[in-house]
């Protein structure tokens, strides 16, 4: 038999063998994650009976916690109302694993003034991982379109002033307002998201990104009511990649320049992305009013249209209902924006178009290897034929082309 020496006590290796296990057994134990599964804090998977109360416990078990943690969500439905997950966390890690679906209550079961179901506020290290949110918007879309007097309505998601945030395979359906919104905050990824809502379901962003740095939207699928993504004033260093979008209108710098004292959009990327049946495909705007905002270091390539009214546009001149800026012109200086690689079918004829400021023209601008054509609304029994597509530029400075369809004259 082998003997060990330990603490000058010659022991058998078989006995000193046998003390170790346990000990690393109790270390490896000590390190395993906290699982705090919403159901043994009183979530009903019947999604009829109000678990907001024990989603909140189980985030305050977890939040409080100083070690990582998961809040696990099984399957079935839960129905939850407006709920605010607010930080800081002792815990630097935190997982909402959901495997269920998780509902809404009906817009009129809610208070007006509740601007957002779920809200991630002041946290770091989250990570939302599956599920299904389910906004229950249809009966609020139905009033918004009767033109009735409605609410506004809740985003779905929301997270604000927060710090390393990833959402992954998560699927919003149906949201009263926004799906998603990111808002004063940094290094967000939000990765293999799916996106629903009706083509004419009013004001559904899928994605909106403001006052935020260093945010990323990966492998998106989005079909909605409204723009896929919108960016707002204060965004910087936005990178957006493999997304489609469709039906929709498009992905959007703006609009900008609504208020004078505004922040600017910089470092934006968009690329292999593909837009079917949107209202538009890239697309800056800006309202005709007076502005401090602007827009500069902005990438779109590697894009293709099927059948987008505007598959390439800035508008400067962006004035819904002619209310508010009539007569006036747009303050937000365009800079350094590049399109390059973009093709398909465009469903107007002006199938680029460039509008900028009368008082401050758009610099920089680069176009490249643009190939776009139009395609006539096809009649029953007739062959779609392509047709000769147009451009339209007006105050643009410093335009530089390569090989462009249809040929700018700026």
Known sequence: MAFLKSNNILLPSSTLLFITIPFLVSMINAD???????????????????????FLKAW???????????????????LIGPTIFLGPCKSSKITFRIDGILIAPDFKQMK??????????????????????DGRGSSLYSCKLAKKA???????????????????????????????????????????VKIRAPEDSLNTDGIHVGKSTNVRVLNTGIKTGDDCISIGPGTENLWIERVTCGPGHGISIGSLGMGLEEEGVQNVTVKDVEFTGTQNGVRIKSWGRPSKGFVKGVVFKHAVMNNVH????????????????PGQHSGVQISDVTFANIKGTSASQVAVKL??????????????????????????GEQQKPKPTESFCRNVKGITLGSVFPLLTC
């Not at 009368?358 to 009649?379: F, S």
Request: glycine content about 6%; charged content about 20%.
């Open 32 to 54: 395993k994650m906290i699982v705090n599964n919403v159901a043994d804090f009183g979530a009903k998977a019947d999604g009829k009976t109000d678990s907001s109360k024990a």
């Open 60 to 78: 305050a078990a977890s939040c409080s916690s100083s070690k990582a943690s998961t809040i696990y969500v099984p399957k079935k439905k839960y």
């Open 112 to 133: 007006s003034s509740v601007e957002n179901w779920l809200k991630f506020d002041r946290v770091k290290g989250v990570s939302i991982i599956g599920g299904v949110l």
């Open 150 to 192: 409605c609410p506004r309505g809740p985003t779905s998601l929301g997270i604000f002033s927060s710090d390393d945030v990833t959402v992954q395979n998560l699927s919003s359906l149906n949201p009263k307002m926004f799906h998603i919104v990111v808002l004063a905050s940094k290094n967000i990824l939000l990765d293999g």
């Open 310 to 325: 505007n598959p390439i546009l800035i508008d400067q001149n962006y004035c819904p209902r002619h209310e508010g800026c």
């Open 355 to 380: 509008d900028c400021s009368d008082i401050n023209p758009c610099k920089g601008i680069h176009v490249e290897n643009i190939k776009l054509v139009y395609r006539l609304p096809q009649k029953q």
